[in-house]
């Protein structure tokens, strides 16, 4: 099984960025799959949630209305669509597969700043 983040790096505050994960070594689509971050010095908090089918989409109240999720199932990845970011975006951004058992991405660095 492998997570694999993309999309990460230093953006400037208002800017957007997208963030990919590209699935193997399970069957993704039957998965749900969130993304989840973890600021400097902070616990992991969840951002976003999309059922198996990619049908259904979850956002934490932080990120409603600036953050869109979405999963192609053909192509095994998941992605994080931000805009209108903020500095307290700042984290390292974490893909997880969920369905009884879980599975963790190595993380990808976001920066927001000036």
């Known amino acids: 099984v492998q997570l694999v983040e993309s999309g990460g790096g230093l953006v400037q505050p208002g800017g957007s960025l997208r963030l990919s994960c590209a699935a193997s070594?399970?069957?993704?689509?039957?998965?749900?799959m969130s993304w989840v971050r973890q600021a400097p010095g902070k616990g992991l908090e969840w951002v976003s949630g999309i059922n198996s089918a990619g049908g259904s989409t979850y956002y934490a109240d932080s990120v409603k209305g600036r953050f869109i999720i979405s999963k192609d199932n053909a192509k095994n990845t998941v992605y994080l669509q931000m805009n209108s970011l903020k500095p307290e975006d700042t984290a390292v951004y974490y893909c997880?597969?969920?369905?009884?058992?879980?599975?963790w991405g190595q993380g990808t660095q976001v920066t927001v700043s000036s």
């Open positions: 997880n597969a969920q369905r009884g058992r879980s599975y």
């Open positions: 070594g399970f069957t993704f689509s039957s998965w749900y």
